[in-house]
């Protein structure tokens, strides 16, 4: 087994580590941590105090938590607890933007000093202040003070992406959020902000799984935050231990993606290298003993012609001859180029496309499992991709039938990015194209496998690039794929360069 590898899951990595961290598994507890239960109590006690002051108003409580709730066991100097337990004393801790006439792009005003800021859901997306060029009067700001925001509040994206959070810098200019943010502001004595943020993100999925609506999603409702996010609080000591270690175990992480990154490109770069060594004929030494090339297409090109001769396939149109302005380098002199299209199998159809407009339309599709269409969804660059899995009939298939493609064929893509290529699975199944790629079943003289080498080279990939019609949705067509041109080495030699590139590649994985 190999281990010269570095693929990893570093998300899963990072759930990881945070669902140990909210556990209390990540960090040692420390018994001269005041526990959480006496933070709560202080708070309470404080609260009940400013509500007999009225310096603010008394809320409806919050219903205890149930064990049922409680998801796994804490340390005992934790606690369970609501969003809304954690949440600044003060009225409107968490609000979220103005709807409707409250706040409209008839009150917006060009930026000046007397002008405030609106803070949109871009803010929190991108961690910035400076996104968004909104701004409101004085006027306008004072009926709005509520939902103002200050240094250290958290603003949270509440539509569309949802979930986002971003805690405001020190030089956060005065403003107001608009009706795509949430903000909140927390007790600092009794949750830190960081801390917050790593229990937060465990609940994007909770927030997503109830947000309303479908062409644009909504979070739920702010009195539905306050009661169904819970999670267990940790002392504030452990609080800001555990956002520290997990700051460096995710500062470790990025590294080792960065690594991972650079390896993978580096291992591109040494695939695509040996493949063009492959493909210049200086992979492997050439044998005097070999057939040449030319003998091969002389075989090849003899083989129809008596096919058609006995009527057996028709004629096709003759590919014109190839310039020495359009051969991109030199080969060995056992090489040929030829194009794609002198290279196909002595039958009808050996190249050809997917059915256009209604010959395959939607409403031929079936949930039955019978004629399965390849679409470009399917044409991976490492080889076949079991998705998005679609239909025909068997008895639509006869409508469609030079389009047929059996196991072993090589299909290749017409667009999004064009010109790559896979051979279909061996199975039983029944395969039919769509209309973005082309089938290629090439002639059994040569090697399948490498001419797939051949056909995902950068040799065959820049001359489709060269030649893509369209800007929104680049594409080849079949008339170009059959025109391009490959080098093309005597039979033992391809088998050789193939053996040499599968034992390359294995050494790179």
């Known amino acids: 087994m190999k281990t010269n590898t570095l693929d ?26 005041e526990p959480a239960s006496v933070l709560l109590e202080k708070i309470t006690a404080e609260k009940e105090q400013l509500i007999k002051e009225k310096k603010i108003k008394k809320s409806k409580p919050l219903a205890p938590i149930t064990d049922d709730e409680k998801p796994f066991d804490i340390p005992d100097s934790w606690e369970w607890v609501r969003l809304g337990d954690v949440l600044s004393l003060e009225n409107g801790a968490i609000r979220r933007g103005p709807f409707g006439s409250s706040l409209k792009k008839a009150f917006f005003v060009p930026k000046d000093k007397n002008t405030y800021k609106v803070y949109e859901q871009g803010n929190a997306i991108n961690h910035t202040i400076d996104y968004g060029d909104y701004y409101i009067s004085q006027e306008k700001y004072n009926e709005l003070k509520s939902f103002s925001v200050r240094p250290k509040d958290i603003i949270i994206s509440g539509a569309g992406t949802i979930g986002k959070t971003y805690i405001l810098p020190p030089d956060t200019p005065d403003g107001v959020i608009n009706q795509a943010l949430i903000r909140v502001r927390l007790n600092d004595n009794l949750i830190t902000n960081e801390f917050f943020l790593l229990a937060f993100q465990q609940k994007v999925s909770l927030l997503n799984k109830k947000a309303k609506g479908t062409a ?205 290529a896979i051979i279909v699975p061996n199975n039983d199944k029944k395969y039919v194209l769509s209309s973005d790629a082309v089938k290629f079943i090439p002639n059994e003289l040569l090697n399948k496998i490498f001419l797939l080498f051949c056909i995902n080279s950068d040799v065959y990939r820049d001359q489709v690039n060269s030649k893509l019609q369209g800007t929104t949705r680049p594409r080849t067509s079949l008339k170009k794929l059959k025109s391009f041109i490959l080098p093309i080495p005597p039979v033992k030699e391809q088998k050789r360069i193939l053996i040499k590139l599968l034992l390359l590649r294995q050494d790179l994985i």
Not at 247 to 254: D, G, V, W
Not at 266 to 276: E, F, G, H, P
């Open 8 to 33: 990893f899951d570093a998300q899963a990595l990072r759930e990881k580590i945070l669902d140990l961290a909210m556990r209390g598994k990540l960090v040692p507890q420390d018994p001269n941590d």
């Open 216 to 420: 644009m999603k909504n979070m739920f409702s702010i009195a539905h935050m306050k009661n169904d996010l819970i999670w267990a609080l940790p002392p504030l000591e452990e609080q800001s231990r555990i956002a520290a270690k997990i700051a460096q175990l995710f500062a470790l992480l990025r590294k080792v993606e960065s690594s991972t990154q650079q390896y993978a490109k580096l291992q591109t770069l040494l695939k695509s290298k040996v493949l063009d060594l492959a493909m210049r004929g200086k992979l492997v030494e050439q044998d005097p003993h070999d057939e040449p090339a030319s003998v091969l297409l002389e075989k090849i090109k003899a083989e129809k012609a008596q096919l058609v001769k006995e009527g057996k396939i028709k004629k096709s149109k003759q590919l014109p001859p190839i310039t020495d302005d359009e051969k991109p380098f030199d080969i060995p002199d056992s090489w040929e180029w030829v194009r794609l299209g002198n290279l196909t199998a002595p039958v009808e159809y050996a190249m050809a496309d997917g059915p256009f407009g209604s010959n395959l339309k939607k409403a031929d599709y079936t949930l039955n499992p019978e004629v399965r269409i390849i679409q470009l969804s399917n044409i991976g660059d490492n080889g076949w991709k079991n998705n998005n899995v679609k239909y025909t009939t068997f008895e639509h298939l006869k409508a469609i039938q030079r389009s047929e493609v059996y196991p072993g064929n090589i299909v290749i893509a017409k667009m999004m990015p064009a010109g790559r």
